[in-house]
């Protein structure tokens, strides 16, 4: 990412971005594809990946090719093929099933601020995952995410939390990702040099 980010954001020519609200200092990079999707501020997605149905929260690092809110198939049909709902394609006269659309969109996923997702993972439908939280690259994760749990694999386990307990929670309190542009960069070199634990004891309260 070597050009400027600023308020508007930085959508790449060859990417598509429909139904979606893009927040200040964001970047989607090449081919990726967002549908419906809310990206908070400084968060970015790097290429190929895509997300539909989505609250991405601030600061959120998506690596390339990660797929969010893979849509779910009708498993109790007869057919799991989608011409049952969006028969428009398919029949002359025929309706798409807006009920079943508007049960995927009940499923829609959650994602919290200052989060990681690397490379080719997938978020299944309704899952949220929590502020901070880490999910390997390659992991399918099918069931929500804690707050500053590291996890990864197939279907994703808990690897190891990222904080101590108590510096979580602190860090949660101190919520650093509603600071202004202005106050993170002044607190720009303790993001560099301190650890979580010694960022909270300088920022956070007693």
Not at 13 to 27: K, Q
Not at 146 to 172: H, N, Q, W
Not at 177 to 201: N, T
Request: with cysteine.
């Amino acid at each position: 990412m070597s050009k400027k980010l600023g308020h508007d954001p930085l959508v790449h020519e060859t990417a598509h971005v429909v139904n979606s609200v893009l927040g200040g200092y964001t970047e989607i990079a090449e081919r990726c594809r967002l549908d419906e999707v809310e990206l908070g501020d400084y968060s970015y997605m790097m290429q190929d990946s895509s997300a539909w149905c989505t609250t991405i929260g601030k600061f959120v690092n998506i690596a390339a090719a990660v797929r969010i809110n893979a849509p779910n198939h009708p498993t109790w049909r007869a057919t799991l093929h989608h011409f049952t709902y969006r028969a428009t394609s398919y029949f002359d006269g025929a309706e798409n099933d807006d009920d079943f659309f508007a049960w995927r969109r009940e499923n829609r996923v959650v994602i919290g601020h200052d989060v990681w997702i690397g490379h080719g993972a997938t978020i299944l439908p309704g899952v949220h995952v929590g502020n901070g939280a880490v999910i390997g690259a390659g992991a399918v994760v099918s069931k929500s995410v804690a707050p500053y749990a590291i996890v990864g694999g197939v279907p994703a386990r808990l690897i190891r939390e990222r904080f101590p307990a108590d510096v979580a929670t602190r860090m949660e309190a101190l919520a650093w990702w509603d600071w202004s542009h202005d106050r993170l960069h002044i607190a720009l070199e303790d993001f560099r040099r301190l650890d979580g634990a010694a960022f909270v004891a300088k920022y956070g309260k007693s």
